[in-house]
């Protein structure tokens, strides 16, 4: 079947359905965000929706030109700040402030609520920065907690499913 590539919405559309494109960004220091989107584009990944999975090592603004759907999924460190993987993309757009009305997003943040003053702040960072560029989030922000016994692959199993529902029907809004 043909697909029309429907730039800046993340979508293909087909003859009989919308087929979406996800790309989930992971900011890490040890590796438990990285599982997360491990499991993430297992679960999510099928005939209709296509899961890229990208570390955010060496990524810049350039990786939301054009727009489409994303998930940001985070840890958090030092003082409440981005992974260091992070630290040049968050600069990048801190710097750049382009224009991300295009961009759909998500955020899966990991932190530890026994850093009580800056719990979960990594994805937080993110999601202020997104939207004050113009990007629309897609559900609520997850705040995962490594200190509540929940280990956060299993969690982002059972939350991705119903997150992608409201990101599909974002995208065929959109299309
Ligand atoms: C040195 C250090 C500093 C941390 N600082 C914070 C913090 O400020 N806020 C928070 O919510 N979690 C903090 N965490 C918890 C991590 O974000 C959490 O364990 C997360 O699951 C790690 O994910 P990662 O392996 O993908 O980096 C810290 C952990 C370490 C080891």
New binding site residues.
């Given amino acids: 079947m043909n697909a029309v590539p429907s730039k800046g919405t993340g979508t293909h559309v087909t003859e009989n359905e919308v087929a979406l494109e996800l790309t989930i960004l992971?900011?890490?220091?040890?590796?438990?965000?990285?599982?997360?989107a491990q499991e993430l584009e297992l679960r999510l990944d099928d005939g209709e929706t296509r899961v890229y999975t990208k570390l955010m090592d060496g990524q810049d603004a350039s990786v939301f030109d054009g727009g489409g759907l994303f998930l940001i999924c985070?840890?958090?460190?030092?003082?409440?700040?981005v992974?260091d993987n992070a630290k040049a993309l968050y600069e990048d757009l801190k710097a750049k402030r382009p224009e991300l009305s295009q961009l759909r997003y998500g955020v899966f943040?990991?932190?530890?609520?026994?850093?009580a003053?800056?719990?979960?702040?990594?994805g937080k960072r993110f999601d202020e920065l997104l939207t004050e560029l113009g990007a629309q989030r897609i559900g609520e922000r997850v705040?995962?907690?490594?200190s509540s016994g929940v280990l956060?692959e299993e969690f982002a199993s059972e939350w991705g499913a119903e997150w992608l529902k409201l990101a599909r029907r974002a995208a065929e809004q959109a299309a």
Avoid: C, I
Avoid at 27 to 33: E, P, S, V
Avoid at 74 to 81: F, I, L, P
Avoid at 143 to 146: L, Q, S, T
């Fill in positions: 992971v900011g890490t220091m040890t590796g438990t965000a990285q599982l997360v985070t840890s958090t460190y030092g003082q409440g700040d992974p943040g990991l932190g530890d609520r026994t850093y003053e800056t719990f979960n702040f990594g705040k995962h907690d490594a956060p």
